[in-house]
C-alpha cells in the first residue's frame, strides 16, 4: 500500500515525466490580494498568469498546494468533522496549461495517472462532463465525453449541470466546462444492489469527487455575456487526502496516515479510543483537521486575532477547543502537545512546521488557555441567564440570548443544548437562526464590491518605474467603475506608473495625474493580481490624452524612512536579541512603522535603548542603498538575505541592502540612511504567544514627537516653579500629597465613626427587627463602610439603609442580616425596584446592594417603599 508521501511524490514525478515544471505550494495565506484571504484553491497563485496580469515562464505547471477552505459548497466550517471527506485545510494536487495543451492531454493523462501509476479499479471510476446551458447559449461538451468515450462506456459519463460541471473564478473573469471524475469505494455487496451513477454528486460519503479537470475557455464579462480567452487554459485539482483514501483502501480521509497518527496521539492525550463513540469521534475528527489549519497558518504569519483572516483562525482553533472541552473532556490546554505528531506526518513535505515547531505551540498553548477562560465567564453567563429564565416561569432560553453566547464567548449552539438539557430547558431554535441570519447579511453587505468591466482603451503590459522616478508620462490603458459601500470610485491602470502599489505592509503611493487640462487625485494605488490599479474619485474628461503622473513625494520619502528604518531595526532586534528573531509581520506608512517578530519575552528598557542607538548610529553613518534587482533566488540567499516564511517569491527577486543589513524587498527606500534622521520606539507589546510587536517613528515625525514630549515637560517645570532638579521636585510633591492622604484617610475613618455612632443612637425597631438609617449629603463609601461595621455588630434581625447623595448623585445602600435572608428576604430585589424612585438601577447579593440614580428628589420615596418591603 503505497503511504501518503509516496503518493504525493509519485504524482509530481509523473507530470515532471510530462514536460511539466514542478513548484512549491505557495503561503497558505494571501496577504497581497484584497479580494481573498486564504488560498482556496491549486490556482490561486497562476491568477495573474490566467489573468494576462504577468507573462507566461512555463506553460506547463504541477505541484502540492496547501488550501483552506471554510465557507462555500461543501464547506460550511460547522460541518466539518461530522462526515468522513470534507476539511478546512487540504492539499490539492494539480497541473496547469497556459495556452499549450488542453482537453485530450488533461484528460489522457488524468486516466493514466490514476489507472497505470496508482492503480485505481477503472471499474470504480465515472466521470462528469457540462451538459450545456440554455441561458448562456452553451451546448453540452461533447468534445471531453469522446475523449472520456476511449476509456469509459458511455453509461459512466454523466451530465452534470452548470452548478457542478461550469467553474466561474468569480461574478466575472476566466471561466469554462470541467469534467469531474468520481470513485466509488463501497463494498462489492453494495455496488451490486445500487449503481453508483445515482449517487455521484449526490453526497455519499464513498462515491466521491477526486479530481476536477477545468477547461477555461470562456472570460465572464459584467454584463453576464461570455467570450473566448484568447489563450485557453487548464486547471485540474485533485483532493490529496481523498485520494489517499481511494489508494490505501479506507472508507474515511481520517483513516488513511494523513490523519490517523494525530487522531492516535489525540486518544492518548484525553484517554479516549477512537472508533467506540461517535461524538468523541467527531471531536477528534475535528481537532485532527483543524490543528493541521492553525499550525500552517502560523508558519505563514497569519496569528490568531479579532480582525479579517486572524478571526477565521481564531474561530477554528476555538471550535477545536470547544470539542475538545465538550466531548473529551479536556478543561486544560492540550492542542499544542499534538504539533510533534503533526510534524511526523507532514513534516518532511513542510519543513517549515520543524522549523518553527517553538513558535506554534506557545501560540496555540496561549490561544488555548485564553479561551478556556472565556469558556468559564460564558457558562457562568448561561447559569445566570438560567436562573433569569426559570424565575419568569420559562423553561425557554431566549435565541438572541443564546446567540450572544455563540457570538462573544464562542458557545455553539449544541454546547448551549447541551447544558440547558442538564437543566430541563431548551432554546428556542428560531430566535438564533433569526440572529445569525442578521449577522451573514451584515457580513455580507459591508463585503460587497460591484465591479464593472474592464474598459481597454490600449493593449500593452504596465511598467513600474517608481524605483527610479517620482513622476513619468503615463497613458490609461484600462480603466473600471467599482461601488463598494456605496461609495463609487474609478480603478485605472497605466502604461507606466511610477506609483507603489500597496504590498509587503508598506501602503500605496497617493499622488495626481496631469495634463495641460486638468489634474486628477489618486487617493490610492492597490495591488489586484498582482496588476497595480490606481483609485480615483473621476476620471479624465479626455481618457486618451498623454498625462503625467506625479506621486506626492512628501508621502512617499517618509513611507521610504519608515522601510528603510524597519530593515535596520530588524538587523538591530537580531544583533541585539539574538538570530532566533524573524519578521512576522511589518506596517509602514508615512507616519509610522510596525513590526512584528519572533521573541518570547517582554524587551526591557535597556534593551529598547540599545537598539534605538544601533538603528541611530546606521543612520549616521549615512549607508547608501544598494540595490540588485532580478537575482535569482538561489544567489540572493547566497548573499545572506532571509527568505520569511509565509511569503511568495518567484525565481528571481529584489534584493535591499545597507551595510550588513540584506533582505529580499520589493518596497521603496531611501536613497542614504542619514535622510531618515532619527528614530525612536513608542511603544513595544506582545500581539500573540512569543510574538512582540514595535511600533516606532523617523524623521518628521519623530521630530513633532520630540517637541511634544519637550512641551509637555516644560508645562510641568512650570508647575514646579521651574524647579533646576524636577525629579527631585516631584518625589517631595508625591511625599506630601502621600502624607495628606494618610491624615485624610484617618480623619474620615474618626468622621465615619462618629456617624456610624449617631445612626446607632437613632436605631429603631419594626416588627421585631433592628432598623438602622443614614441620610444626609455622604459619600457612598462611607454609607458601605458603615453598613459593614453594623454587619459585624449587629447580626441578628437587623436591617441597615442608607439613602445619600454626592456631588448630586445619589445613591441607595441596603444590608440585611444572614437570619433575615434566610427568611426570604432579598436585598438585591428590593433594592432595584425601589431604584425606580430616583432614576436608576441597581443591584447586589441577597445580603447587600446598591443602586445610583439621577433623581435625589425620590430618596425619600425609595427608602419609604425599602421599609414597607421588610415590614
Known amino acids: 500500500m503505497m503511504t501518503s508521501k ?202 466521491v469527487e477526486i479530481w476536477n479537470l477545468v477547461f477555461m475557455q470562456f472570460n465572464r464579462k459584467a454584463d453576464k455575456s461570455l467570450e473566448s480567452l484568447p489563450a485557453k487554459v487548464i486547471d485540474t485539482g485533485m483532493g490529496f487526502e481523498r485520494l489517499c483514501m481511494a489508494v490505501q483502501g479506507k472508507i474515511s480521509n481520517y483513516d488513511t496516515d494523513v490523519f490517523q497518527i494525530i487522531i492516535k496521539a489525540i486518544a492518548e492525550l484525553t484517554n479516549s479510543e477512537y472508533g467506540k463513540d461517535e461524538k468523541k469521534d467527531i471531536a477528534m475528527r475535528v481537532i485532527a483537521d483543524h490543528i493541521r489549519t492553525i499550525a500552517f497558518s502560523i508558519t505563514d504569519g497569519q496569528l490568531p486575532s479579532n480582525a479579517k483572516a486572524g478571526y477565521v483562525i481564531r474561530r477554528i482553533l476555538r471550535r477545536a477547543v470547544r470539542y475538545g472541552y465538550t466531548f473529551l473532556d479536556q478543561h486544560k490546554s492540550f492542542m499544542h502537545k499534538l504539533i510533534p505528531a503533526l510534524i511526523e506526518t507532514m513534516g518532511d513535505a513542510y519543513p517549515e512546521l520543524i522549523k518553527q515547531q517553538t513558535l506554534i505551540e506557545k501560540v496555540i498553548k496561549e490561544e488555548e488557555e485564553s479561551f478556556l477562560r472565556t469558556l468559564e465567564t460564558g457558562i457562568k453567563l448561561l447559569d445566570k441567564q438560567i436562573t433569569e429564565t426559570k424565575a419568569k416561569n420559562s423553561t425557554v432560553l431566549n435565541g438572541a440570548d443564546a446567540f450572544v453566547l455563540y457570538d462573544t464567548y464562542g458557545f455553539p449552539l449544541d454546547l448551549t443544548e447541551l447544558i440547558l438539557r442538564e437543566n430541563n430547558m431548551s432554546v428556542d431554535n428560531a430566535g438564533f437562526d433569526v440572529e445569525m441570519q442578521k449577522q451573514k447579511e451584515r457580513a455580507r453587505n459591508a463585503a460587497v464590491v460591484e465591479t464593472g468591466d474592464w474598459t481597454v482603451l490600449k493593449e500593452g503590459d504596465p511598467e513600474f518605474v517608481g524605483y527610479d522616478f517620482t513622476e513619468c508620462e503615463a497613458e490609461i490603458l484600462r480603466y473600471r467603475k467599482v461601488k463598494q459601500k456605496n461609495n463609487e470610485f474609478y480603478q485605472i491602470v497605466f502604461n507606466r506608473t511610477p506609483f507603489y502599489a500597496e504590498m509587503g505592509g508598506q501602503v500605496g503611493d497617493s499622488g495626481w495625474l496631469i495634463n495641460d487640462d486638468e489634474k486628477i487625485e489618486i487617493i490610492d494605488t492597490k495591488r489586484e493580481n498582482n496588476l497595480a490599479v490606481h483609485l480615483a474619485k473621476k476620471l479624465p474628461g479626455d481618457l486618451t490624452a498623454t498625462f503625467v503622473a506625479r506621486i506626492n513625494t512628501e508621502n512617499r520619502t517618509a513611507s521610504e524612512c519608515n522601510h528603510t528604518a524597519t530593515h535596520l531595526m530588524h538587523e538591530a532586534l537580531r544583533e541585539i536579541l539574538g538570530n532566533h528573531v524573524e519578521q512576522k509581520g511589518s506596517f509602514v506608512s508615512p507616519s509610522v512603522l510596525r513590526f512584528d517578530f519572533s521573541h518570547f519575552q517582554k524587551l526591557t528598557d535597556e534593551e529598547i535603548r540599545k537598539i534605538e542607538r544601533y538603528v541611530t548610529s546606521k543612520i549616521r553613518e549615512n549607508i547608501t542603498l544598494d540595490e540588485k534587482r532580478c537575482v535569482p533566488i538561489s544567489e540572493a540567499k547566497a548573499m545572506g538575505a532571509m527568505a520569511l516564511f509565509g511569503e511568495k517569491y518567484g525565481d528571481e527577486v529584489r534584493v535591499v541592502r545597507f551595510g550588513d543589513s540584506v533582505e529580499l524587498c520589493g518596497g521603496t527606500h531611501i536613497s542614504s540612511t542619514g535622510r531618515i534622521g532619527s528614530f525612536r520606539i513608542i511603544n513595544e507589546s506582545s500581539i500573540a504567544a512569543g510574538i512582540r510587536r514595535i511600533e516606532a517613528i523617523t524623521a ?170 421588610i415590614k
Open 6 to 207: 509516496e503518493i504525493r511524490d509519485s504524482f509530481k514525478t509523473f507530470f515532471q515525466s510530462k514536460g511539466h515544471q514542478i513548484v512549491p505550494s505557495a503561503p497558505m495565506v494571501i496577504k497581497d490580494d484584497p479580494t481573498l484571504m486564504f488560498t482556496n484553491a491549486g490556482m490561486n497563485q497562476f491568477k495573474d498568469i490566467i489573468l494576462g496580469n504577468v507573462p507566461i515562464k512555463y506553460s506547463r505547471i504541477a505541484d502540492s498546494q496547501k488550501c483552506l477552505r471554510v465557507s462555500g459548497k461543501h464547506n460550511d466550517l460547522e460541518e466539518v468533522g461530522h462526515d468522513t471527506y470534507h476539511h478546512t485545510m487540504f492539499e490539492m494536487l494539480g497541473n496547469w496549461s497556459f495556452g499549450d495543451y488542453f482537453k485530450k492531454e488533461a484528460i489522457e493523462w488524468a486516466w493514466e495517472y490514476l489507472t497505470e501509476v496508482i492503480k485505481l479499479d477503472k471499474d470504480r471510476l465515472y466521470v462528469t462532463v457540462f451538459e450545456g446551458s440554455a441561458e448562456d447559449g452553451l451546448a453540452r461538451d461533447d468534445e471531453a465525453a469522446g475523449y472520456w468515450e476511449k476509456y469509459l462506456p458511455a453509461d459512466k459519463i454523466i451530465n452534470g449541470s452548470k452548478k457542478d460541471n461550469f467553474w466561474e473564478m468569480g461574478d466575472t473573469g476566466p471561466c469554462g466546462p470541467c469534467s469531474e471524475i468520481h470513485v466509488d469505494i463501497r463494498p462489492d455487496a453494495d455496488r451490486a444492489k445500487v449503481s453508483g451513477v445515482s449517487l455521484v454528486n449526490n453526497d455519499h460519503p464513498q462515491v
Open 700 to 869: 518628521d515625525v519623530c521630530e513633532d514627537y520630540f517637541y511634544t514630549q519637550q512641551d509637555i515637560l516644560a508645562e510641568i517645570k512650570s508647575l514646579f516653579n521651574n524647579a533646576p532638579n524636577l525629579t527631585q521636585a516631584l518625589h517631595k510633591f508625591f511625599d506630601e500629597n502621600l502624607e495628606m492622604k494618610k491624615k485624610m484617610e484617618e480623619y474620615v475613618k474618626e468622621k465615619t465613626a462618629q456617624l456610624k455612632d449617631l445612626v446607632i443612637s437613632k436605631k429603631q425597631s419594626i416588627n421585631g427587627m433592628d432598623l438602622f438609617i443614614l441620610k444626609g449629603s455622604f459619600p457612598a463609601e462611607v454609607a458601605k463602610d458603615i453598613a459593614f461595621q453594623l454587619r459585624g455588630e449587629f447580626t441578628q434581625n437587623s436591617v441597615f439603609i442608607g439613602a445619600t447623595d454626592s456631588e448630586n448623585k445619589p445613591m441607595l445602600t441596603l444590608m440585611i442580616s444572614d437570619d433575615l435572608v434566610a427568611g426570604g428576604l432579598n436585598a438585591s430585589q428590593i433594592i432595584r425596584n425601589a431604584a425606580k424612585h430616583i432614576q436608576g438601577g441597581g443591584g447586589g447579593q441577597p445580603h447587600f446592594a446598591t443602586a445610583g440614580g439621577k433623581d435625589a428628589d425620590g430618596l425619600a420615596k425609595a427608602m419609604d417603599e425599602i421599609i414597607e418591603k
